[in-house]
């Protein structure tokens, strides 16, 4: 039996070699990104000056080219073969410092939470997918416990002060909900004004959060910093 699915798993690596997500170069290990890939994907750092209330926020990678791909394919053409992908990208940064770092004193994770309307049009909420499994290993809960209180259209072409605008008020937590000493821990795909995530802080801080970090999957902090990347 054994014999029968090493000789399976061999034919399905000699037929369906694995492949860089982001440019198909062939890889030595499934969902692996190449050598050119990595570095220009990967970028664990924090955010020197993270906007109030939020205490830290980290990312994983550059939200450009391969990362930006990715997030897409699975935003906007609902396309759930990149999670593999994005969950490998996770793991294989899961022991760095910053990490631990970030995750020291965390009590449980939030994730940005979707409109009804807009988790029944895809079907699921992306971040849960991304960080889901990853955060279990850590042994942190994800709770949904922030809702959208309303609507608001697809950010990602507005500034902002009309993101700012749109989101105030957006979100609040389930009844009942009572944060007081609590560290948590947000986890989000996309992080670029911070706008969305400093919303939901404000909301858990009221809730008596005394700290509120990001974990973004992508992030554009070198835009942010003005720096030439
Ligand atoms: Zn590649």
Redesign the pocket.
């Known amino acids: 039996m054994k014999f029968l699915l090493e000789l399976w798993q061999a034919a399905i690596y000699f037929l369906f070699p694995p492949r ?1 997500p ?4 062939m890889v030595d290990e499934r969902y692996q ?2 050598a ?2 990595e570095p220009k994907i990967l970028r664990v750092d924090f955010y020197s000056r993270p906007p109030a209330p939020l205490d830290k926020v980290l990312r994983v990678t550059r939200y450009r080219e ?1 990362s930006r791909a990715l997030l897409h394919k699975l935003k906007f053409d609902n396309n759930l073969n990149v999670v593999p992908a994005l969950k490998k990208i996770l793991n294989d940064v899961s022991s760095r410092e910053e990490v631990s770092e970030l995750l020291k004193g965390v009590d449980f994770a939030v994730p940005v939470p979707l409109h009804q309307e807009r988790l029944k049009e895809r079907g699921f909420n992306q971040t849960e997918k991304i960080f889901g499994d990853w955060l279990a290993r850590k042994n942190l809960s994800l709770k949904n416990i922030l809702v959208r209180t309303h609507a608001t259209p697809k950010l990602f072409s507005l500034g902002k002060a009309e993101r700012e605008k749109i989101l105030s008020g957006a979100f609040a937590a389930a009844e009942g909900v009572d944060l007081r000493g609590q560290s948590v821990l947000i986890v989000d795909d996309i992080f670029t004004t911070g706008t969305t995530c400093k919303e939901c802080a404000k909301v858990l801080k009221d809730l008596g959060a005394e700290k509120v970090s990001v974990l973004a999957f992508a992030a554009d902090f070198d835009d942010n910093l003005g720096k030439q990347a």
């Open positions: 860089c982001n440019c198909r170069e990104l190449c050119a890939c391969g």
